[in-house]
C-alpha cells in the first residue's frame, strides 16, 4: 500500500478515536461511523480499522508506554487529539512490523501538525522518540497480534536483500528521503 494512502487511513483512524473519546462513541459505532462517512479504497479502510481496533485493544498497556515517557504531562492533561496520535502511533511502533519506527513517527508529527500545532508536532516527535527506545523495533524485532500477519512480515537472518528500484526524481523517492532512516544507492545495471 502506497504511503499516502495508509496516511489517508491513519488520518481516518485519527478522525475516528477523536469521535469516540470526545462523543462517547463505542468501537463498534465509531466503526460503523467510519464506514459510512467516508470513501476511502477497501485496503486504505483496512488498514484505518486495523488501527483504531488495535489501539482500543491495547490502550491500557499503550497507555502504560506512554505515561512512562511523559516528562512533566499526564495523559490526562493531553489534548484529545495528541494523546489519540500517541496512541496509534505507540500501537503501530509495538504491533505493526511492517512499517519502520522513522515512518511511523514522522506520520504521527506530520498529521498531528494539520489537525493541532506546530508545538504538538514538537511534542508527538519527543515523546514518541522515548516510546520509540522500548519498543521492540528498538532491537529489530516487533510484537505481532496474529500468526497470519506474522509469516506475512517474517525475513529470516540469512535472507536476501530485496531490490526495488526507484527512478531518483520519484515521488517514491522523496517519501524515502523525508523518513530519514533508509540509504539508497543507485547501481549500475548490466547491458
Given at each position: ?17 477523536y469521535q ?8 463498534v ?15 486504505i ?14 490502550v ?7 505515561t ?32 519502520p ?9 506530520t ?12 511534542f ?44 531518483e ?23
Open positions: 500500500m502506497p504511503i499516502r494512502n495508509r496516511r489517508q487511513g491513519r488520518e481516518a483512524a485519527l478522525r475516528t478515536l469516540m473519546e470526545v462523543g462517547g462513541f463505542n468501537k459505532a465509531g466503526i460503523e461511523n467510519l464506514n459510512e462517512n467516508n470513501e476511502l479504497p477497501p485496503e479502510l483496512e488498514f484505518a480499522i486495523r488501527i483504531i481496533e488495535g489501539v482500543v485493544e491495547k491500557d498497556e499503550l497507555d502504560e508506554h506512554l512512562r515517557n511523559l516528562t512533566d504531562w499526564t495523559l490526562e492533561r493531553l489534548v484529545a487529539l495528541d494523546r489519540n496520535i500517541l496512541r496509534m502511533a505507540t500501537y503501530e511502533l509495538f504491533y505493526c512490523p511492517e512499517v519506527p522513522a515512518v511511523t513517527i514522522n506520520e504521527a508529527v498529521i498531528i501538525k494539520k489537525y493541532s500545532t506546530a508545538e504538538s508536532g514538537k508527538v516527535n519527543g515523546v514518541l522518540g522515548a516510546v520509540m527506545k522500548e519498543s521492540p523495533k528498538a532491537a529489530g524485532v516487533a510484537l505481532v497480534e496474529n500468526e497470519s500477519l506474522a509469516e506475512e512480515t517474517a525475513v529470516e537472518d540469512d535472507s536476501e536483500p530485496i531490490v526495488v528500484e526507484i527512478n526524481n520519484s515521488p517514491e523517492m522523496e517519501e524515502l528521503a523525508k523518513v530519514g532512516a533508509w540509504t539508497l544507492r543507485a547501481e549500475e545495471t548490466p547491458l
